[in-house]
């Protein structure tokens, strides 16, 4: 027999989770209901520190986003302030930003499970208590799961830009999604979205300048300034590695 076969991984039987204490496959079903989402369900490889980590730090820092009942953030958060940050990515800039701001509690919700191993593994490095990691889709976090006016914030930096036309509909940044996202924040709670894909910088734009519900916390409309509190993410570097130029929207809850 070939030394590679001796060593070989069992293979997991079909259905059975590949992190039986950490993240749930699609914990909410959500696969399977008709609707237009602004991920790709994907199988990504996980490397052996992420998988650790999922595996011993998942039950204390992590959370499915089962959609079953409304989470107490007071006491998820130890009574912190709560910013909601979807599409974290890998995780890097949310444990800085989480790390610069210890008064500040941040939910951080994707989809992508080697992230999701990546950002506990950087919260535990650097000791963070103020981060929790929620796994699954984040409409159906806001539809099912926070209370209304439960948030100080939410952040979305550069969200899947969906640059083919037929396929803008996934764009995250649209009415329905704004509407959604306004109840579950506190009036004068800022939603701060970034993106180096002009023709999207353009439409966020366009949608939240309309929106009864934000308005632009730059008195004279436009594009803010980049807040100094924004660190550089992963898709921000290949952005601007184009060329792309980046810009920041800060729009406050009406
Ligand atoms: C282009 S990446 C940007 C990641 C990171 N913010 C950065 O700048 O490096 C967008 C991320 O959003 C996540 N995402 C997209 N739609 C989502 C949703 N509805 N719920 C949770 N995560 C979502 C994707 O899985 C992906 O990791």
């Given at each position: 027999?070939?030394?590679?076969?001796e060593?070989a991984?069992?293979?997991?039987?079909?259905g059975?989770?590949r992190?039986?204490e950490?993240p749930?496959?699609?914990?909410?079903?959500s696969?399977?209901e008709?609707?237009?989402?602004?991920?790709?369900?994907r199988?990504s490889r996980v490397?052996?520190?992420?998988?650790?980590?999922?595996?011993?730090l998942?039950?204390a820092w992590?959370?499915d986003i089962?959609?079953?009942r409304?989470?107490?953030?007071?006491?998820?958060f130890g009574?912190?302030?709560?910013v909601?940050?979807?599409?974290f990515?890998?995780?890097?800039a949310?444990?800085?930003?989480?790390a610069?701001d210890?008064?500040?509690?941040?939910?951080a919700?994707?989809?992508?499970?080697?992230?999701?191993?990546?950002?506990?593994?950087l919260?535990e490095?650097a000791g963070?208590t103020?981060?929790?990691?929620?796994?699954?889709d984040?409409i159906?976090?806001l539809?099912?799961?926070?209370?209304?006016?439960?948030?100080d914030?939410?952040?979305v930096?550069?969200p899947?830009?969906w640059?083919?036309k037929r396929?803008?509909?996934?764009?995250?940044?649209q009415?329905e999604?704004?509407s959604l996202v306004?109840?579950?924040?506190?009036p004068g709670a800022?939603l701060h979205?970034a993106?180096?894909w002009?023709?999207?910088a353009?439409?966020?734009?366009d949608?939240?300048?309309?929106?009864?519900d934000?308005?632009n916390?730059?008195?004279?409309g436009g594009?803010?300034?980049?807040?100094?509190?924004r660190?550089?993410?992963?898709?921000e570097?290949?952005?601007?590695?184009?060329?792309h130029?980046?810009h920041?929207?800060?729009?406050?809850?009406?």
């Open positions: 027999m070939s030394e590679s076969r060593t991984v069992p293979r997991r039987p079909k059975e989770p992190f039986p950490g749930a496959p699609d914990p909410a079903g696969h399977f008709r609707r237009i989402r602004s991920f790709q369900p199988r490397t052996p520190g992420q998988g650790d980590a999922l595996r011993r998942w039950g992590g959370l089962d959609g079953q409304t989470l107490d953030l007071g006491e998820l009574g912190l302030p709560v909601l940050e979807i599409g990515g890998m995780g890097e949310t444990a800085q930003m989480a610069d210890p008064s500040t509690g941040i939910l919700v994707d989809v992508h499970t080697p992230g999701q191993g990546n950002l506990l593994s919260a490095k963070l103020n981060v929790r990691v929620a796994n699954g984040a159906i976090l539809r099912e799961m926070l209370a209304p006016d439960a948030l914030g939410v952040r930096y550069f899947d830009p640059p083919k396929h803008h509909k996934r764009r995250l940044i009415p999604f704004l306004a109840t579950r924040m506190k800022v979205c993106t180096d002009e023709p999207y353009e439409q966020m734009l949608v939240l300048t309309a929106h009864p934000f308005e916390t730059v008195p004279d594009y803010a300034p980049r807040p100094a509190f660190p550089l993410t992963r898709f570097g290949q952005g601007l590695d184009k060329g130029v980046v920041d929207l800060l729009f406050a809850r009406v």
